[in-house]
């Protein structure tokens, strides 16, 4: 049996080896795999109850102006040159123009109407002693144009008025305005129906205060010491023509 025998080349160049060992501990996990999503539970949603909201009623005018002192006032006795009630004394006397009509437009006359108007709720809410803002409030409910409409419609029903004082209204009804958000809220019938009681009542300021005292007296303002009846109801009446 031949031996076989390996000697190195002298010119042979010696190598060395070397071993290593991976001592880096690895996930138990690739982390470059997507994250696996948990199921989603089938939840049943409950539907939530009905919210009711409350109804706001807002009172009429009408009721507005029944809000009257529980305690009558006694009449005031007072000599005939100082009454108020009814004469024209109480109110600023107005400038002498024998044809209003004639020298201002409907707009002017509505525009001092509108202040004359508010004397008149200002008084009938005087008495009893209120604060600031209930005076306001109370005020500011019957001098709103829905207001003053609603009056308007209640007088067209009977014949308190005469056949000039309803050509007034027509007049006063076609005022030409600019659209402010009180028309936009209200409408333009509602807005051009209380510009024509305005005018009406800047009319007879001019004109007549004691029939301006009994219209006002007809539409429920009074004094705390008037016997006036209040007006009750609103009927539905037709619009001036």
Same mark, same amino acid.
């Given at each position: 049996m031949a031996i076989l025998t390996w000697t190195p080349s002298p010119t042979a160049v010696p190598?060395?080896? /070397?071993?290593?060992? &991976?001592?880096?501990?690895?996930?138990? *996990?690739?982390?470059?795999?997507?994250? !696996?999503?948990?199921?989603?539970? &089938?939840?049943?949603? #409950?539907? @939530?109850?009905?919210?009711?909201?409350?109804?706001?009623?807002?009172? @009429?005018? /009408? &009721?507005?102006?029944? #809000?009257?002192?529980? #305690?009558?006032?006694?009449?005031?006795?007072?000599?005939? &040159?100082?009454? *108020?009630?009814? *004469?024209?004394?109480?109110?600023? @006397?107005?400038? !002498?123009?024998?044809?209003?009509?004639?020298? /201002?437009?409907?707009?002017?006359l509505a525009y001092i109407g509108d202040c004359i108007y508010e004397l008149y709720a200002r008084r009938h809410f005087l008495y009893p002693p209120l604060s600031i803002e209930d005076y306001n409030d109370r005020v500011t409910s019957v001098v709103r144009c829905e207001a003053q409409d609603a009056l308007l419609l209640d007088l067209l029903n009977d014949s308190f008025l005469s056949s000039t004082e309803r050509d007034v209204l027509r007049w006063g009804k076609n005022i030409n305005s600019a659209k402010t958000k009180t028309k936009k809220r209200a409408g333009a019938a509602v807005y051009n129906r209380a510009s024509s009681l305005e005018t009406l009542i800047g009319y007879l300021y001019l004109t007549n205060v004691n029939r301006l005292e009994k219209l006002m007296l007809r539409l429920g303002f009074s004094t705390g010491a008037s016997a006036e009846m209040i007006l009750k109801e609103m009927n539905v009446a037709k619009p001036v023509e």
């Open positions: 190598m060395a080896v /070397f071993a290593s060992w &991976d001592i880096k501990q690895r996930p138990s *996990y690739n982390p470059n795999a997507p994250p !696996k999503l948990k199921p989603i539970p &089938d939840l049943k949603v #409950q539907p @939530s109850p009905p919210i009711t909201l409350p109804t706001r009623t807002d009172p @009429s005018v /009408f &009721d507005i102006l029944k #809000q009257r002192p529980t #305690q009558e006032l006694a009449p005031v006795k007072v000599d005939s &040159d100082e009454t *108020y009630l009814g *004469y024209e004394r109480w109110l600023p @006397s107005p400038p !002498k123009v024998e044809k209003p009509r004639s020298v /201002f437009n409907a707009a002017t």
